[in-house]
C-alpha cells in the first residue's frame, strides 16, 4: 500500500472551503484514483475545524474526468456508498485533490440496498444564490441520474469491487 498523505478540500461553488480531510493514496485503477480513511480520520468543516473523526475505514474514488466522487464506507456505516456530485476532481499536486461541491448526493442503505438522491432542495437553492451556469446544472443532474442507476445495478466500482481497497486499510 502506497502511504503518502493527501488532502481532501471539498469547496463550494462561492469558494468557501466546505469538508477538508488527509487520507492516503492507496492506488489507481481503471476506475480513477483511490484514497483511503482508517478508523479516527479527522474530519473538518470550513473553518470550524475537527467535526468527527471517523468510526469505520473508508476509501473514496475520485473518477478522472467525472461530475462526481464515490466514499465507500464499511460496516457499522448506515450508508455503504455515498456519493457527492462535483465538479470533476483536480489535482493542484499529488498531495492534494480539490473538487466543488454541488450538493446533491447519491447514496445506497447497506442493509437494504436502497438508493436515495439527497439534498435536492438544497441543490435548488443554491442553483440561484450562487448562479449555477446552465451546463452546470446539466452535468450535475446527469451525474446524479447515472450514478442513481449505476448504485441499483453495481454498475462500476459500485458492483463491489472496492471491497479490495477497504481491505488495504486491515
Do not use: I, N
Not at 1 to 27: C, I, N, Q, T
Not at 76 to 93: E, F, K, N, R
Request: negative net charge; hydrophobic residues 45%; charged residues 20%.
Amino acid at each position: 500500500m502506497a502511504d503518502a498523505e493527501v488532502l481532501v478540500s471539498v469547496r463550494k461553488f462561492d469558494g468557501r472551503l466546505h469538508w477538508h480531510h488527509p487520507m492516503v493514496r492507496l492506488g489507481e485503477d481503471e476506475h480513477g484514483v483511490w484514497l483511503g480513511a482508517p478508523v479516527g480520520t479527522v474530519y473538518s468543516k470550513g473553518g470550524v475545524g475537527p467535526v468527527y473523526a471517523t468510526e469505520e475505514p473508508r476509501v473514496m474514488l475520485f473518477p478522472r474526468g467525472a461530475w462526481w466522487t464515490a466514499l465507500f464506507q464499511a460496516a457499522p456505516a448506515h450508508l455503504d456508498v455515498y456519493c457527492d456530485v462535483t465538479t470533476p476532481s483536480v489535482w493542484p499536486s499529488t498531495s492534494e485533490v480539490t473538487m466543488v461541491d454541488l450538493d446533491l448526493d447519491v447514496c445506497r442503505v447497506r442493509a437494504t440496498g436502497a438508493v436515495f438522491v439527497d439534498d435536492e432542495e438544497e441543490f435548488a437553492r443554491h442553483r440561484v444564490r450562487y448562479g449555477y451556469p446552465l451546463d452546470v446544472v446539466a452535468q450535475a443532474t446527469a451525474a446524479a441520474e447515472w450514478l442513481g442507476a449505476a448504485l441499483r445495478d453495481g454498475t462500476g466500482p459500485f458492483g463491489g469491487g472496492y471491497r479490495a481497497w477497504l481491505d488495504m486499510l486491515g
